[in-house]
């Protein structure tokens, strides 16, 4: 099963600018995530924002939730050629041992 | 944060034939994941592995075709069964928000 759409599938950027992702997801969720994937491997979690937040920082990375519009964004400040990747956001049920529903993914490339 | 190594990382196989693909944590963990990543596509959870009970499976997984083993807290298998070229995919076990490095399978 997966969650929701994210938007942009693709965006291309230049080094330096800011990259923003969207995701929005169907069910109730106890938290939602963002993972970095390379070349189709080697998935990374990069942070987690629980349902009772609205915004939350991670050196470049910002994201924020809506519950009320079941959405999502990943805001990537002055980009570098090393953030290209496949950005997913994923639903979480619950503690963090629990599974982890994804949704269709963002590919970034960031041009040098 | 748990540390799992996965393999084989990568192999070709026959159509018809099963592969095992291992999954080693090195701390003692509930329930352990499996994914599948097809070619361009994101990630689709294929079944929960609990210790001591056998696999929840998602919608459109069956246990015949991804049989899975959880013979203690550190450590699950799973089986790719019957190979064809439509299973050409990424495996991934998870425990969490921590994931395996992936298995990348071809079928020829």
């Known amino acids: 099963s997966q969650q929701g759409e994210e938007d942009p599938q693709a965006l291309s950027i230049q080094e330096g600018e800011n990259a923003t992702m969207n995701c929005s997801y169907k069910?109730?969720?106890?938290?939602l995530q963002w993972y970095r994937q390379n070349s189709g491997r080697g998935l990374v979690h990069l942070i987690l924002?629980?349902?009772?937040?609205r915004e939350k920082h991670s050196g470049r990375l910002r994201v924020t939730l809506d519950t009320s519009k079941k959405s999502s964004s990943l805001l990537i400040t002055a980009s570098r050629a090393a953030d290209t990747a496949s950005y997913f956001c994923?639903?979480?049920?619950?503690?963090?041992?629990?599974?982890?529903?994804f949704g269709p993914g963002t590919s970034l490339s960031v041009i040098p | 944060s748990a540390v799992i190594s996965q393999k084989p990382s990568r192999d070709i196989c026959q159509r018809g034939t099963s592969l095992t693909i291992q999954c080693q944590v090195d701390?003692?963990?509930?329930?352990m994941f499996w994914y599948r990543q097809q070619p361009g596509q994101s990630l689709t959870l294929i079944a929960t592995?609990?210790?001591?009970?056998?696999?929840?499976?998602e919608s459109g997984f069956v246990i015949d075709k991804f049989p899975i083993s959880r013979p203690n807290l550190t450590f699950s298998t799973l089986t790719v069964s019957n190979m064809s070229p439509e299973d050409s995919s990424i495996y991934l076990c998870?425990?969490?928000?921590?994931f395996g490095q992936g298995t990348r399978l071809t079928v020829v």
């Open positions: 592995a609990n210790q001591g009970s056998e696999a929840t499976y």
């Open positions: 701390s003692q963990v509930t329930m």
């Open positions: 069910t109730s969720i106890n938290n």
């Open positions: 994923a639903t979480g049920e619950g503690t963090s041992y629990d599974k982890v529903i």
């Open positions: 998870s425990v969490g928000r921590i």
């Open positions: 924002i629980r349902s009772n937040e």
